[in-house]
């Protein structure tokens, strides 16, 4: 193994962990027809400005850890293919 192969490896567990972690912290999503027969919309405040709260945060992060996965993931590959 080359020092390629264990930083992306690194990379990918490290990676893998923080994904993990932050799915867990946010909060369940309960919209749907529940939502629609009790009337419970989104036009309260944070509805509106929903990209500034806490919730939206993190979920901006998982998608950030999810594409940095994603791209480790490819390059691991690429470069295993090139190598050979």
Known sequence: MNVIQIVSGVLLIISCLIIILVVLIQDSKDEGMTSAITGTANDSFFGR??????EAKIAKFTKFAAFIFFG?????????????
Do not use: F, M, Q, S
């Open 72 to 84: 480790v993931t490819l390059l691991v590959n690429i470069l295993a293919v090139y190598k050979k």
């Open 49 to 54: 400005n929903g990209g500034r709260t806490r």
